[in-house]
T-cell receptor, first 113, second 110 residues
């Protein structure tokens, strides 16, 4: 298994543009998580899904952020419009309900200028 | 409610010195505790989980329910141990979700 795959690895965009981050979880994992990592705030859980259904999106900063999981093998996190304060590393992770913890992707480093 | 506290944001030791990264938690039930490590600009990786009681890369961690702690220890730090370390908790009643601490950046000087 290739692990959790995220794309793109790096994204630089201008303020106001739409940004879409992608994640492919490990096959068979039934949980998928989106995290944001910054120096100031550490790891913040944005949203997580169980069997493709959003369970808790209370960490989504505001309406500019949205996430979808149309099937068990794909999820997107969209920011529209993007702002400089959204600059961070966004991690996707997946796990089994009875698993040993999360498997993280390599992250997407987003820079909004 | 549950909470994971890592009181030290930064920790520096010299190579060969013992190191202890502190983690305290608050949760009324029986938690599962984990340590994750993130080397520079890499993905987070699972280092330890308390259930398995194993030693990985010389690191150990013991769950102390009386003190509600899960400190990570290594007797002789190495330069390659320099990384960000996150303590995490999973509630027994809600499988799947982990609650992370803010992380401790460990630097091991030569």
């Amino acid at each position: 298994d290739a692990g959790v795959i995220q794309s793109p690895r790096h994204e630089v965009t201008e303020m106001g543009q739409e940004v879409t981050l992608r994640c492919k979880p490990i096959s068979g994992h039934d949980y998928l998580f989106w995290y944001r990592q910054t120096m100031m705030r550490g790891l913040e859980l944005l949203i997580y899904f169980n069997n493709n259904v959003p369970i808790d999106d209370s960490g989504m900063p505001e309406d500019r952020f949205s996430a979808k999981m149309p099937n068990a093998s794909f999820s997107t996190l969209k920011i529209q419009p993007s702002e400089p304060r959204d600059s961070a590393v966004y991690f996707c992770a997946s796990s089994l309900v009875t698993g040993t913890g999360y498997t993280f992707g390599s992250g997407t480093r987003l820079t909004v200028v | 409610a549950q909470r994971v506290t890592q009181p030290e944001k930064l920790l520096s030791v010299f190579k060969g010195a013992p190191v202890e990264l502190k983690c305290n938690y608050s949760y009324s039930g029986s938690p599962e505790l984990f340590w994750y490590v993130q080397y520079s600009r890499q993905r987070l990786q699972l280092l330890l989980r308390h259930i398995s009681r194993e030693s990985i890369k010389g690191f150990t961690a013991d769950l102390n329910k009386g003190e509600t702690s899960f400190h990570l220890k290594k007797p002789f730090a190495q330069e390659e141990d320099s990384a960000m370390y996150y303590c995490a908790l999973r509630r027994g009643s809600t499988l799947g979700r982990l609650y992370f601490g803010r992380g401790t950046q460990l630097t091991v000087w030569p």
